[in-house]
């Protein structure tokens, strides 16, 4: 007898004219087979912006959530869409208060790094990343997935891992194309292995993490 699969609820920022690939991507992948998951809603801070055009095209209920973003604003949604997991797919505000074994996020960068925290998302990190590469610094592109926690990116729960080459002739775009199309490629497949429960972790220990994939 099959499982019934799980309930996903996905917070994706966008931006007022544009944003949300990999929310659509996640769709797709659900309605694919890919990704075995019920997605039950997406959340963006932009009540009428890039994420909430793909949501209305896609037949998604969409949740404005403006600011406060507190633990308890956090928590009412989950409760009131019946989440059983939450994934962060461009989500740019700290996050408080979510069951942090329930809960993963996705960077577009190479985990730990100096290229995380509260200042880097989107182009601020591709240009992070070539500013120390072309003055000599070792440094890695890539993309991370990892639990979240009340720290910004908090590699403690790290599950994937996956670099992306930098090459000397790049651009902020190309290299961001490049990081995309990993993102894109992945990002469902270890969705899938959270929600099917090939990865899990307890929230708290390192060491109870259970089938990552982290290169090194």
């Known amino acids: 007898m099959l499982k019934p699969m799980k309930n996903l609820l996905i917070f994706a920022s966008g931006s007022k004219d544009g944003g949300g690939s990999g929310f659509e991507n996640l769709v797709n992948s659900a309605r694919n087979g890919t990704l075995q998951a019920n997605i039950v809603a997406v959340v963006s801070n932009h009540g009428h912006g890039g994420v909430r055009e793909r949501a209305d095209r896609l037949g998604i209920p969409f949740i404005h959530f403006p600011a406060p973003y507190s633990a308890e604003n956090y928590q009412k949604i989950v409760r009131d869409t019946n989440a059983d997991f939450i994934a962060l797919s461009g989500w740019l505000k700290f996050v408080e208060g979510l069951p942090a074994d329930k809960t993963f996020n996705i960077h577009p960068a190479w985990l730990p790094s100096p290229f995380a925290g509260k200042n ?16 000599g610094e070792p440094v890695k592109a890539g993309v991370s997935m990892h639990f979240v926690t009340d720290k910004y990116d908090d590699d403690a729960g790290l599950f994937f891992r996956k670099s992306v080459e930098i090459l000397p002739d790049d651009t902020v775009e190309t290299l961001a194309k490049r990081v995309n199309e990993v993102e ?9 292995k959270v929600v099917t429960g090939e990865i899990s972790w307890d929230g ?5 993490l259970k089938g990552v994939d982290v290169e090194n």
């Not at 894109?184 to 899938?192: D, G, S």
């Open 204 to 208: 708290k220990n390192s060491a109870s």
């Open 184 to 192: 894109h490629k992945w990002q469902p497949i270890m969705t899938n």
């Open 120 to 135: 880097f998302y989107g182009h601020h990190i591709h240009e992070a990343v070539l500013d120390a590469y072309k003055k």
